[in-house]
């Protein structure tokens, strides 16, 4: 059965940094897509970023060069670096795993970035 948890969300002030984390189990994670997407409140679920089995990482414009997507395939862990954050940022941030098996995704978690 696929897992994955996200941690790490909050409550953080305009300009501060958050790093969300997502654990993943019941999949070969080393070989799996994986990413973050998020929704605000009265939109549509985005993209955030993803990267690849390889490394490749792909951004939304939105967060270009604020956030940083990595990986630690001996953990099985997938993070998310948050940077610089936004009012715009606030959204429950929901953890992907694509590829090889299919779609699935987290629970999510919350992050609220104040004015």
């Known amino acids: 059965q696929v897992q994955l948890v996200e941690s790490g969300g909050g409550l953080v002030q305009a300009g501060g940094s958050l790093r969300l984390s997502c654990a993943a189990s019941?999949?070969?994670?080393?070989?799996?897509?994986m990413g973050w997407y998020r929704q605000a409140p009265g939109k549509q679920r985005e993209l955030v970023a993803t990267i690849s089995r390889y490394s490749s990482t792909n951004y939304a414009d939105s967060v270009k060069g604020r956030f940083t997507i990595s990986r630690d395939n001996a953990k099985d862990t997938v993070y998310l670096q948050m940077n610089s954050l936004k009012p715009g940022d606030t959204a429950v941030y929901y953890c992907y795993k694509g590829g090889l098996g299919g779609d699935h995704w987290g629970k999510g978690t919350l992050v609220t970035v104040s004015s």
């Open positions: 019941g999949i070969i994670f080393s070989i799996s897509t």
